[in-house]
């Protein structure tokens, strides 16, 4: 069971495919069909079944993806800290919010670039939950995500103090309490966001139903709609900054106690020597 042959069976496993699993790791197909016949053979138990060219995890291949996270990650570790001094380098999975990735990374992203050019990128966007997960997970090597946090295998440091501020169609009254936007339905990002959690809360402790949740899968979206008039939503203030939305949404401010958030830098605590995330961490 060598790096090599986990680094096959992880590729299979997250594409779900032989075929589109050899394009990725730029071999033939032959060759990931028959490492993976290797694999399951030397541990004696079927890590797919075999559906067409569908493979589908068995329950030891769901239990093998878990430790082949940790092994490779391991690896990558140990080669880095071999490295010694050298500049960051490699792969670096970084997790984060829309909002936060579209209002504030590009700056930061961009100067990383430019002092570390041989650190290899890669962004995601999920919200806060799946984000968490990712990085717990070891499929992210480091995330942005929304406050609070609370697990005992990660590393947070705040970088960003966001404020959030209701939107509602343009030329409505103003807010004072979700008693002031009667039933109006909540747009918002999928379940696992912070934002999303902190405007339910403040309709559920005024005692205000909300008609209904509508998810979307970015923030243009969102406020497209809110102008539309579909309904309301949460953002940080700092997108709304991004461009002129005057005249087709109006922006209300909230209470502090939901308007207040502090966006969190995350990384897991027993993964000691990553010098691309450590010098990602130093950026902000």
């Not at 730029?26 to 067409?52: C, D, K, P, W």
């Not at 109006?250 to 995350?266: E, F, N, S």
Request: proline letters at 5%; hydrophobic letters at 50%; aromatic letters at 6%.
């Amino acid at each position: 069971m060598d790096l090599s042959a986990l680094r096959i069976f992880k590729a299979v496993a997250e594409e779900g495919s032989v075929t589109q699993a050899a394009a990725r790791l730029h071999r033939v197909q032959s060759n990931v069909s028959a490492r993976l016949g290797q694999l399951e053979e030397g541990l004696g138990v079927a890590l797919f079944h075999r559906t067409g060219r569908r493979m589908l995890m068995t329950v030891e291949g769901e239990r093998l993806l878990s430790y082949a996270d940790r092994l490779l990650q391991l690896a990558e570790e140990a080669q880095a800290a071999v490295a010694g001094g050298r500049e960051p380098a490699g792969l670096l999975r970084i997790g984060s919010m829309e909002t936060t990735a579209a209002a504030r990374l590009p700056a930061v992203l961009a100067a990383f670039h430019r002092s570390y050019p041989d650190v290899d990128l890669q962004l995601e966007t999920a919200p806060t939950d799946p984000l968490i997960q990712g990085v717990l997970n070891h499929k992210l090597d480091v995330a942005l995500v929304a406050a609070p946090v609370n697990h005992h295998e990660l590393v947070q440091h705040a970088v960003f103090d966001e404020e959030l501020v209701l939107l509602t169609g343009h030329g409505h009254p103003p807010v004072a309490s979700p008693h002031d936007v009667g039933r109006r339905a909540l747009l918002a990002f999928r379940t696992g966001c912070v934002y999303r959690r902190m405007l339910e809360a403040w309709f559920a402790e005024s005692g205000v139903p909300l008609a209904r949740v509508s998810e979307f899968g970015t923030f243009e979206a969102i406020i497209g709609c809110v102008a539309a008039g579909m309904g309301v939503a949460v953002m940080p203030k700092e997108i709304m900054q991004l461009r002129d939305y005057r005249g087709t949404v109006a922006i209300h401010p909230l209470p502090d106690h939901i308007a207040r958030v502090q966006t969190m830098l995350v990384w897991r605590s027993d993964v000691l020597h990553h010098p691309a995330r450590a010098a990602f961490a130093a950026a902000f």
